[in-house]
């Protein structure tokens, strides 16, 4: 059974930082995509950045891009995710997910799309106070 587990949210001030860990059991780090997602209330939920093994891609939101870094350390089966000068809008729940393939090289739409993940853990919440 593959499990997804999200932490290291918590509450920091505007322009601080935060990471962000997303420890796999029962996956694979073979042929895969990691991806990391977050949803405020009323809104869909949003592609933030994705790291994949085809060719050690990575992809970021332009929301994001320039402030957040995903990294992954197959051997401790987590996936992190930097996220440095924080935003008040970019308080939300934040979600891993896995998807058991990698992501087309430059596929930015689909590393970016909810709709193209398999497995999802629950969500960790981010503060961003101004």
């Known amino acids: 059974e593959v499990q997804l587990q999200a932490s290291g949210g918590g509450l920091v001030q505007a322009g601080g930082s935060l990471r962000l860990s997303c420890a796999a059991s029962?996956?694979?780090?073979?042929?895969?995509?990691i991806g990391w997602f977050r949803q405020a209330p009323g809104n869909e939920r949003e592609g933030v950045s994705c790291?994949?093994?085809?060719?050690?891609?990575?992809y970021y939101a332009n929301s994001v891009k320039g402030r957040f870094t995903i990294s992954s350390d197959i051997a401790k089966n987590t996936v992190y995710l930097q996220m440095n000068s924080l935003k008040p809008e970019d308080t939300t729940v934040y979600y891993c997910?896995?998807?058991?393939?990698?992501?087309?090289?430059?596929?930015?739409?689909?590393?970016?799309?909810?709709?193209?993940?398999?497995?999802w853990g629950l969500g960790t919440l981010v503060t961003v106070s101004s």
């Open positions: 790291i994949s093994s085809s060719g050690g891609s990575s």
């Open positions: 997910a896995a998807r058991v393939q990698s992501v087309p090289s430059s596929s930015w739409y689909i590393a970016l799309s909810a709709y193209q993940y398999d497995y």
């Open positions: 029962g996956f694979t780090f073979d042929d895969y995509a």
